[in-house]
């Protein structure tokens, strides 16, 4: 009896160390999956949108909306707001991820003279490609089960560095004089046709579509003006960057779509 007592004991022990660190065992199994997950799908999305890739059906499937905010400078500073969800092709994705986070656009629709800076944020919220073939589908719940991301994607014209040493003095000998020239105008041609993408995945996101459409509008809202707003989940941050050369091929519509592509002619 003394012997299974001490078994017994021993038995107890164990389990109660066992039982201690299971859920933090657990916990760094969930963090390593969804690493890897985020991990596979940045390269990815880089990729489609450097390449200007338009027939990713599977995007279609994976990304449940995108969020865009526009925000012309002007003295109205308004903030407009485009919902899109539901698409048909992957080209009405890769377009939408793919606008440039400054533009000069028309003050007034069809004036084209007087441009003001349009500055954009485009937030997707993404369904990772790996995992469960179960949640890969188009049920609702299955969804709402689904790891989950969201994706901001940033565009940016590469600062090409100009200083006050490119400026032409009076002392400038000739020689001088073109050698600042030619370097203005290289880094003119590089800030008119190099783009630097920044891809941001926050996770996790909870809950469906809807609530995270919801919560992101008022939490831009809040910071445009000024206001406190606290967030649900999005613990875990990573960044992708690429550089972009090449000025973006632009489809005009109901909704604009823009295309990066190796093959779009440099503008001088």
Known sequence: MVEVAISLAVIGFAMVAIMGVLPTGLNVQKSNREDTLVNQDGPYFLEAIR?????????????????????????????????????????????????PSFEMRPDIEGDTKNL?????????????????????????DSRNFAFSYELKSEIIPYNAGFTNSLRILTGDTAAVKEEK??????????????????????????????????EKISEVGARINNKAFTRRGRS??????????????????AQDLFFFSPTNQFRR
């Open 116 to 140: 003001i800076p349009t500055y954009r944020e485009v937030y997707a919220k993404v369904r990772a490609f790996g995992g469960s073939a179960s949640l890969m589908g188009t049920n609702e």
């Open 181 to 214: 020239m030619r370097l203005w105008r290289e880094r003119q041609n590089v800030a008119t046709n190099l783009y630097e993408v920044r891809l941001t995945m926050s996770w996790p996101i909870y809950g469906a579509t809807t609530n995270w459409i919801t």
């Open 236 to 253: 875990n941050q990573r960044v992708f960057r690429t550089l972009l050369a090449g000025p973006p091929l632009v489809e005009r519509g």
């Open 51 to 99: 390449g200007g890739l338009q027939f990713l059906q599977t995007l279609t499937n994976n990304v449940d909306a995108i969020v865009v905010f526009s925000t012309p400078d002007n003295r109205s500073y308004r903030t407009n707001i485009t919902v899109a969800q539901n698409y048909r092709w992957g080209r009405d994705v890769v377009g939408r991820l793919s606008y």
